[in-house]
């Protein structure tokens, strides 16, 4: 158990649709990552979040946001769901911002399905 | 810029044979380098890192890995492989300078296959 916390596990849903994945770092981590992984693109850097604010992007769609909160935990905002959205998202913490030494703890992930 | 290169898609071994899962990276700077193991339905669990102390770091459930920075590589090892260790296993560069600054590079992954 990594101490990251990811709800849901699972989700179905439509195309057009807007969904929140919510996730909760490990006791005292002050940075969140967002992630996803499909079959094709494999593992995509999203987002980062520090202490509340956005620290670095990645590859995020301009129909995904995300957003931490003061109590450090983190929601992604998914709309207007395409088929091809379908995919494993992971949220992971680390202590500080981006040191590059610190090990980044993954959740368990999202299962994500537009259909 | 930084990249991550896993040399195999799929490795397949028999169990009790030594596991060899090759890595090779790209980066400006000195980076710091990790190995994920991802199980089927799981989330990604850390299995060993290096972040420029001993260049042989020894892990999690008996894996091993070298940091060769003459040849950039960073293969994980293990002398003897048991069916638990069937996963998916990512190497991962983490920037230490420049515009990859703790920036996160995964590779694609090498699935691991161990038949009794």
């Known amino acids: 158990d990594s101490g990251v916390t990811q709800t849901p596990k699972h989700l179905i849903t439509a195309t057009g649709q807007r969904v929140t994945l919510r996730c909760s770092p490990r006791s005292g981590d002050l940075s969140v990552y967002w992630y996803q992984q499909s079959l094709d693109q494999g593992l995509q850097f999203l987002i980062q979040?520090?202490?509340?604010?956005?620290?670095a992007k990645g590859n995020i769609l301009e129909r995904f946001s995300a957003q931490q909160f003061p109590d450090l935990h983190s929601e992604l905002n998914l709309s207007s769901l395409e088929l091809g959205d379908s995919a494993l998202y992971f949220c992971?913490?680390?202590?500080?911002?981006?040191?590059?030494?610190?090990?980044?703890?993954f959740g368990e992930g999202s299962w994500l399905t537009v259909v | 810029a930084q990249s991550v290169t896993q040399l195999d898609s799929h490795v397949s071994v028999s169990e009790g044979t030594p596991v060899l899962l090759r890595c090779n990276y790209s980066s400006s700077y000195s980076p710091s380098l990790f190995w994920y193991v991802q199980h089927p339905n799981k989330g990604l669990q850390l299995l060993l890192k290096y972040t420029s102390a001993a260049t042989l770091v020894k892990g999690i459930n008996g894996f091993e890995a070298e940091f060769k920075k003459s040849e950039t590589s960073f293969h994980l090892t293990k002398p003897s492989a048991h069916m638990s260790d069937a996963a998916e296993y990512f190497c991962?560069?983490?920037?230490?300078?420049?515009?990859?600054?703790?920036?996160?590079?995964f590779g694609q992954g090498t699935i691991l296959t161990v038949h009794p």
């Open positions: 992971a913490s680390s202590p500080r911002g981006g040191t590059p030494g610190n090990t980044i703890y």
């Open positions: 991962v560069v983490r920037g230490a300078g420049g515009t990859s600054y703790g920036k996160l590079t």
């Open positions: 979040y520090y202490n509340g604010e956005e620290r």
